[in-house]
């Protein structure tokens, strides 16, 4: 026998919270990520200028991971944000 209508609905309604929760978790994690990425560029670098802050909070992850792997080798902020 098959799903009622109502299980049917509670069933599709908890598969949406479920997605909709894990999209926003990612993305509170992407934001926490930048954050620590300037809090990081910070102890590098000091003051971080406003337009490279902006670049890093609005940076895709795979920019982000590009300029992480290069903090420690590059001798400034312009050079490791190019």
Known sequence: MGKTIAAQFIEEGFE???????????????AE???LMLHLLQQRFGAIPAAS??????????TLDG??????????????LG
């Open 53 to 62: 802050a902006e670049r890093v909070l609005a940076a895709d992850p795979d």
């Open 33 to 35: 990520g930048r954050r």
């Open 67 to 80: 300029w992480a792997g290069r903090m420690f080798s590059a001798r400034s902020l312009d050079e490791l």
């Open 16 to 30: 949406k919270g479920l997605h909709r929760g894990l999209a926003e978790g990612r993305a509170e994690g992407r």
